[in-house]
């Protein structure tokens, strides 16, 4: 897609903010979506965070409320005409720092309101007026509530990440907000799936809406080169490093399915020498921050994390993603792998595959549409190991249903005679065995968004032999103030 925004006829001012920003041609959902929201339509798009998505929605926003721009003081002359709608506060914050960028050269205002903080220095801003408002929507009821917030002149509305709102429990809260709306508007909804209640949600409040579907739910990056391993599992750790130190890679991001896995993990691999540091809801905000800061400055080189972290992280240019415990839940690949390989850079995704992870790549390959190919790992001090050939363990499984000695180096998954489809937000499925996987994870912590480290602050990686360095900063947007666990809130499961 090689659209430049200069097809698009922007206002000056936004032009320039565009061009500022440094954004030549447009990304898909907006080459898809800026158009449609210009001419005012509803507007259903499936896109996740990551895919330029912001810009999609807000530029044309902008331009249709340019008609009312004023540099009048007076608060009635900015009453709020286009609500945005986030699940978690950092999202909200993200968003709204993005829309004040591209809204600089206009009169606009914009504000972000999220719980968690200070009601106060919000409801000044609120009571200064503002056109666009950014929030959460539990916060946004609050400040209707103390009639510091008034939505009858709203002309849109966004429900962005919608299926986080819902998965979150936000919906009664959503009905609310929109309750207090002009019937006559223009409703945008984006979510990365569609599932049956955004479906719902979307036939109550959109009218005759446009499905805009660029970044298909559950499809996966193209940029993203996709390895699936077999392996033992005492043999993991060793195929990460030989991965790392063979690819030549930075930094990396090792996804892992529980919190304790987690942290013991990280532990090992720093024993053995890597810069790792672990990520998972049993962290301190306050060490959770430092952490990704350590990561983000490269002073970390490789996090170990549960899903917790893997929605909703702006990250780009993490060279690459493992999974070194095959996900539960065949979305969570997807949403893992999308750390890698966003806005156009070549990423690798490898995948850890152990002898009782059949089914659970079974489930990813129905869920992604294509063939997964799990290849024997040819280790480098010539101790290869073929699990599916490997003796006792090769037995074969009544659920695996794995052929065996057809090909050494290659297995083909055959498909589940289930149909059961991996459904978005709801409970995973519980394997046989009475195993309960853990919830899909929404930890709204994660939501900051992540600039890989740059030339200078980049060290060299911890297989390459570099001493050890020690996080010890922690930031976030000045909007956010560290107070309580925000997991505790959202009771995160892992
Ligand atoms: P979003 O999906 O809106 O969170 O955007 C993800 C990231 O992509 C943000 O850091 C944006 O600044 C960036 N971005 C958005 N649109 C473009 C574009 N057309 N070209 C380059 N970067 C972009």
């Not at 089914?359 to 599916?388: Q, Y």
Request: aromatic share 6%.
């Amino acid at each position: 897609m090689t659209a430049s925004f200069s097809q698009l006829s922007l206002a000056e001012p936004l032009a320039r903010a565009v061009a500022e920003m440094g954004y030549e041609t447009m990304t898909p959902i907006q080459a898809e979506a800026i158009p449609v929201v210009l001419t005012g339509q509803d507007v259903m798009g499936a896109a996740q965070t990551g895919t330029g998505k912001t810009a999609a929605f807000s530029l044309p926003l902008l331009q249709r409320l340019l008609k009312h721009e004023n540099t009048s003081t007076s608060p009635a002359r900015h009453p709020v005409r286009a609500l945005v709608l986030l699940p978690t506060r950092e999202l909200a914050d993200q968003v709204a720092q993005q829309i004040k960028l591209y809204a600089k050269y206009t009169q606009m205002r914009s504000t972000v309101v999220f719980g968690g903080i200070d009601m106060k220095p919000q409801t000044l801003e609120l009571k200064r007026g503002v056109e666009i408002l950014v929030a959460t929507p539990g916060r946004l009821l609050d400040h209707i509530e103390a009639k510091n917030a008034v939505l009858n002149q709203v002309e849109y509305v966004v429900l962005d990440e919608a299926d986080r709102m819902l998965d979150i429990g936000f919906l009664p809260d959503l009905q609310r907000i929109l309750s207090f709306l002009p019937k006559q508007r223009t409703t945008l909804l984006f979510s990365a799936t569609f599932s049956p209640e955004i479906k719902r949600l979307a036939s109550s409040y959109l009218k005759d809406p446009i499905t805009i579907e660029v970044a298909r739910p559950n499809e996966t990056a193209s940029t993203v080169e996709q390895r699936f391993f077999s392996v033992q599992d005492e043999d993991k750790r060793r195929l990460v490093k030989q991965v790392l130190q063979q690819r030549g890679l930075k930094q990396a991001f090792v996804f892992v399915n529980s919190k304790l896995g987690c942290a013991r993990l990280a532990r090992s691999l720093e024993r053995e020498g890597l810069n790792t540091t672990a990520l998972h809801g049993d962290k301190s905000q306050d060490e959770r921050l430092k952490a990704l800061e350590a990561f983000k400055k490269g002073e970390v080189d490789l996090l170990v994390c549960t899903d917790v972290a893997a929605r909703g992280l702006d990250i780009k240019d993490v060279p690459a993603v493992f999974n070194f415990d095959v996900p539960f839940n065949a979305e969570d690949y997807v949403h893992r792998i999308g750390r890698t390989g966003r806005a156009g850079a070549a990423g690798l995704a490898v995948t850890l595959v152990s002898p009782s992870d059949t089914r659970l790549v079974s489930d990813i390959e129905k869920l992604i549409k294509n063939k997964i190919e799990v290849e024997a790992f040819e280790f480098e001090d010539g101790r290869p190991r073929d699990h599916f050939n490997d003796g006792h363990r090769a037995e074969r499984h009544p659920e695996r249903n794995i052929e065996q000695g057809s090909d050494r180096h290659t297995e083909r998954y055959p498909r589940r005679r289930d149909d059961a489809q991996p459904r978005a937000g709801a409970e995973p499925r519980e394997r046989r065995g009475g195993f309960k996987p853990a919830q899909p994870s929404r930890d709204p912590f994660f939501e900051q968004p992540y600039e890989a480290p740059n030339a200078e602050q980049a060290q060299a990686a911890s297989w390459e032999a570099s001493p050890k360095s020690v996080a010890t900063r922690g930031s976030v947007s000045a909007n956010i103030k560290p107070k309580r666990k925000v997991a505790a809130l959202f009771k995160t499961a892992e």
